[in-house]
């Protein structure tokens, strides 16, 4: 069974930065568009950031500009830099397919506060 594991979340003030991996136990994640997702508390999980095989990405319009995917097909990894955080960004993130194919990962919590 697949397994994703999230890290680099953290607490951090307004205004700065962190960078979160996703490791993946497969190798079906170089043929995989990849996602990561958040969930704050009392909201529905959502995608943030998308990224094909062909390194095609897009972003939801709250994190345009701001956050930055990228993947590493060599170590069945991705990424998501993100600068300029706000506390509305506040929520645990997941990494998966970009249709949320395989099985969430226990994510990692990212806290913006000051």
């Known amino acids: 069974q697949v397994q994703l594991v999230e890290s680099g979340g953290g607490l951090v003030q307004p205004g700065g930065s962190l960078r979160l991996s996703c490791a993946a136990s497969?190798?079906?994640?170089?043929?995989?568009?990849m996602g990561w997702y958040r969930q704050a508390p009392g909201k529905l999980r959502e995608l943030v950031a998308s990224?094909?095989?062909?390194?095609?990405?897009n972003y939801a319009g709250s994190v345009k500009g701001r956050f930055t995917i990228s993947r590493d097909n060599a170590k069945n990894t991705l990424y998501l830099q993100m600068n300029n955080l706000k506390p509305e960004d506040t929520a645990v993130y997941y990494c998966?397919?970009?249709?949320?194919?395989?099985?969430w990962g226990q994510g990692t919590q990212v806290t913006v506060s000051s």
């Open positions: 990224i094909t095989t062909g390194g095609t990405t």
């Open positions: 497969t190798n079906a994640f170089v043929i995989s568009a």
């Open positions: 998966n397919t970009a249709r949320s194919l395989w099985p």
